[in-house]
């Protein structure tokens, strides 16, 4: 898999740690560096600061993230300008990735005219992020109005392929109930980057009936990462591979990376 390289995100870091996650993910040797929205806003007013922290530590970055929120009237304006104002960042800083995810406030289902809304949107934004050198990489979720396999496919037929591609994250795949392993060959052309994370199922300590969702340490849930990345492999994807770790209790942001490295070498075979 020489066409791949691998990106860590920093969401296990404060923002004001940013320097030092970056040392700590330069030390393992990571080719890019995957930064939260919530880290852009934080350097709003120091952008050459940010860019300095980067070059010094000779590091790319992959990219970052941004939401779209086009079925209310009042925050389209403003959800536009944020993302204009993220691509220009990005572009400084010789990214070459943002995803987007769509934030409706609650709606659970959607007309073919919302979609359209928003496939019109994305194709347009795309097309300003593609002359800035950086994919548009939508990424559906389970609040999102493009929530199962049919409308994921409907979204790659209704915008463009040269404009918008597909954050395929198998773990918030799993959550909507899609199989990440087979869906991967359908998608594949459409793929702008790939997103490892895994999740597990726990109930809580006060409601033992009542199951949630967890983050955990790459490996230790319930994605079968070593088979969906040899489906990815016999595909011969190329691009970014972005290691997404949320916060799990017990462990620092070093173990974390620590193991999480380990687990992606010995397991996944991905060169680092």
């Known amino acids: 898999m020489d066409d791949i390289e691998v990106a860590y995100a920093e969401a296990t870091w404060d923002t004001s740690g940013f320097p030092h996650a970056l040392t700590e993910i330069v030390k393992f040797g990571y080719k890019g560096v995957f930064a ?4 852009l806003e934080s350097y709003i007013d120091r952008q050459e600061i940010f860019t300095e922290i980067i070059s010094g530590n000779e590091i790319g970055v992959a990219g970052s ?4 929120n086009v079925l209310n009237n009042d925050k389209i304006e403003d959800s536009i300008q944020n993302l204009d104002y993220r ?22 289902s959607s007309t073919i005219e919302d979609r359209n809304k928003l496939y019109s949107f994305l ?3 795309g097309g300003v992020a593609r002359k800035k050198g950086i ?9 999102s109005i493009i929530k199962n396999k049919k409308l994921i496919f409907e979204m790659v037929e209704n915008t463009r392929e040269d404009n918008v591609f597909m954050a395929f994250e198998p ?9 990440p392993q087979t869906f991967l060959p359908h998608i594949v052309n459409r793929i702008g980057v ?11 300590k006060k409601d033992p009936e009542v199951k949630k969702v967890f983050p955990c340490r790459i490996g230790e849930g319930l994605i079968n990462l070593p088979l969906i990345t040899k489906v990815m ?19 620092s942001a070093h173990k974390l990376l620590q193991f999480n490295t380990s687990f992606i070498e010995e397991e996944l075979e991905l060169i680092i």
């Open 65 to 68: 993230e941004g939401v779209l």
């Open 123 to 125: 194709n347009e934004i």
């Open 135 to 143: 994919k548009l990489c939508f990424k559906p979720t389970e609040e």
């Open 87 to 108: 691509l220009n960042f990005l572009q400084k800083c010789k990214a070459n990735t943002i995803v987007v995810t769509d934030d409706n406030e609650g709606i659970t």
């Open 36 to 39: 939260r929205g919530e880290l």
């Open 171 to 179: 773990a918030t795949l799993t959550m909507m109930g899609i199989r």
């Open 194 to 204: 790939f997103i490892l994370s895994d999740i597990k199922i726990g109930r809580l």
């Open 233 to 251: 492999e016999c595909l011969d994807y190329s691009g970014w591979v972005v290691v997404k770790q949320e916060f799990v209790k017990g462990y």
